[in-house]
């Protein structure tokens, strides 16, 4: 067995094993080898009992299927898989890199939107919007210090 620690967080459990098991394949082996019993062998006869052979075998694989799918649910319950949290670690970090990229590229946006130090409230005046936003001239800001600083 590898001891490597990434491959310790890949093992499977015995109950994971044991829900794999019960909710895998039923029968397919069964019944492609009951179906490929000849009809007729070498020796020209039809194989006796063929037919009660691929009977037999389909009973059983539904017998199992019905047997076994019906207790799936019980078994999975029983086996305690932890709650999965992919889809919430994904939101996680989509936020996580949305927010970074928003930060990193905030210097840039800033400096495209500030207008020049020595521009006319003329400028301001005309964005559209200005007057219903409220947007004033950074002169009129009392922080304003004149330089932009990332």
Not at 47 to 64: G, H, M, N, S, Y
Request: aromatic letters at 6%.
């Amino acid at each position: 067995m590898d001891r490597r620690p990434q491959q310790r967080q890949r093992r499977v459990s015995n109950r994971a094993r044991l829900v794999s098991t019960i909710g895998g394949f039923h029968g397919a082996v069964s019944l492609a080898a009951a179906l490929a019993v000849p009809t007729t062998p070498a020796s020209g006869r039809a194989f006796p009992d063929r037919d009660a052979i691929i009977f037999v075998t389909a009973r059983i694989i539904v017998l199992t299927l019905v047997l076994q799918g019906l207790s799936l649910p019980a078994v999975v319950r029983w086996a305690r898989f932890p709650h999965d949290t992919s889809v919430q670690q994904e939101r996680l970090l989509a936020e996580t890199l949305a927010t970074q990229e928003a930060y990193a590229a905030m210097p840039r946006v800033a400096g495209r939107a500030l207008p020049p130090h020595d521009c006319s409230h003329a400028w301001w005046s005309n964005l559209p919007g200005a007057a219903s936003t409220g947007r004033r001239h950074p002169s009129k800001h009392r922080a304003n210090t004149g330089t932009f600083r990332a």
